[in-house]
């Protein structure tokens, strides 16, 4: 049974190194524009909904970067500059 599950320093080590190789990659998370009534609205409005842990200087500029769908694939496929439909993705 133990050699099916991975060793917890292993995934600590990968853990720390996966941001700075998607970096690497030409990873960009997808910024979203949310302003400080829709964040509150969304914060009081569900449980799970948190943007304490973005930076201060991005969060109180309605600037929240998260990872979607289309910024983790676009440097996948070699897809540069904006995401979704106006990148070409099929």
């Not at 509150?40 to 998260?66: L, M």
């Amino acid at each position: 049974a133990s050699a099916t599950r991975p060793d917890r320093r292993n995934r600590r080590v990968a853990a720390l190194h996966t941001p700075a190789w998607l970096r690497f990659n030409g990873y960009e998370p997808t910024v979203l524009l949310l302003g400080t009534l829709v964040r509150f609205g969304a914060r009081v409005s569900s449980a799970n909904i948190a943007f304490d842990d973005h930076p201060n200087d991005k969060r109180f500029s309605d600037r929240i970067e998260t990872a979607t769908v289309d910024s983790v694939f676009c440097p996948v496929r070699g897809i540069s500059g904006t995401h979704g439909a106006d990148a070409g993705v099929p």
